[in-house]
């Protein structure tokens, strides 16, 4: 089992910058790939960005692209994502998922861990 807790949320205004943070502990070995999602209310969760664990690669949904950055620090075994310029659409719950993943991916089932979440609130 692998477990994620997200930290970092809050409340910003537009055109802010806010930094989340989502710890692995456990069995992160059988990890290979990390994403961040995200669920506003009334609204499905959608994808944000994914990063490959131990290779190259990032991928963004087009929402965020030229805003949003996903890192990781495989020693602390903590993936990031900086958000700038932040817009109140971007207000949601914001969720971490990882699994053992061959492909950067957007889909959802194919991330077998998640966290809790941590809230973003961008006021206009």
């Known amino acids: 089992q692998v477990q994620l807790v997200e930290s970092g949320g809050g409340v910003v205004q537009a055109g802010g910058s806010l930094r989340l943070s989502c710890a692995a502990s456990?069995?992160?070995?059988?990890?290979?790939?990390m994403g961040w999602f995200r669920q506003a209310p009334g609204k499905e969760r959608e994808f944000v960005a994914a990063?490959?664990?131990?290779?190259?690669?990032?991928y963004y949904a087009d929402s965020v692209k030229g805003r949003f950055t996903i890192s990781r620090d495989n020693a602390k075994n903590t993936l990031y994502l900086q958000m700038n310029s932040l817009k109140p659409e971007d207000t949601a719950i914001y969720s971490c998922?990882?699994?053992?993943?061959?492909?950067?991916?957007?889909?959802?089932?194919?991330?077998?861990?998640w966290g809790q979440g941590t809230q973003v609130t961008v006021s206009s």
């Open positions: 456990g069995r992160t070995f059988n990890i290979t790939g």
């Open positions: 990063i490959a664990w131990s290779r190259e690669g990032r």
């Open positions: 998922a990882a699994g053992r993943i061959s492909t950067l991916t957007s889909i959802r089932n194919l991330y077998e861990y």
